[in-house]
């Protein structure tokens, strides 16, 4: 009993939960790693990148492959299911990828304007 009434004044502070005084830094390598390093973001957006592709690539040949095995049914909804699946992760993939050129070009703007 003596051990939970002091975990919970350890955790608690105001009645909310404060993870930092619990575990203080186990959170803060992750931000700082990631957040100083271009080469780990870009490497993460493309990698992001690649497995919307390879999902949007699937569910177009799930579709097709439907398509040619029951062209007769029309719209089911398992036809629907992988349209949705086609066009969102389709739409995820060009977004990274847009974000990415966008953040590469706004990076060297800036580059230029700082050596001016």
Known sequence: MASLVRIERFVFKNGM????????????????????????????????????ALVAFVALVQ??????RV????WTTQKAFH?????VNGCKRLNLILYTALRLSLEA??????TA
């Open 71 to 74: 062209p007769g049914y029309g």
């Open 17 to 52: 939960w404060n993870y930092r005084e619990v575990v203080p830094y186990s959170f803060d390598w992750w931000t700082n790693e990631n957040d100083n390093s271009k080469q780990r973001q870009e490497g993460f957006f493309y990698t992001l990148c690649a497995l919307y």
């Open 109 to 114: 703007v800036q580059m230029q304007i700082c």
């Open 63 to 68: 579709l097709t492959r439907i398509q040619m």
């Open 83 to 87: 349209l949705m699946n086609f066009v």
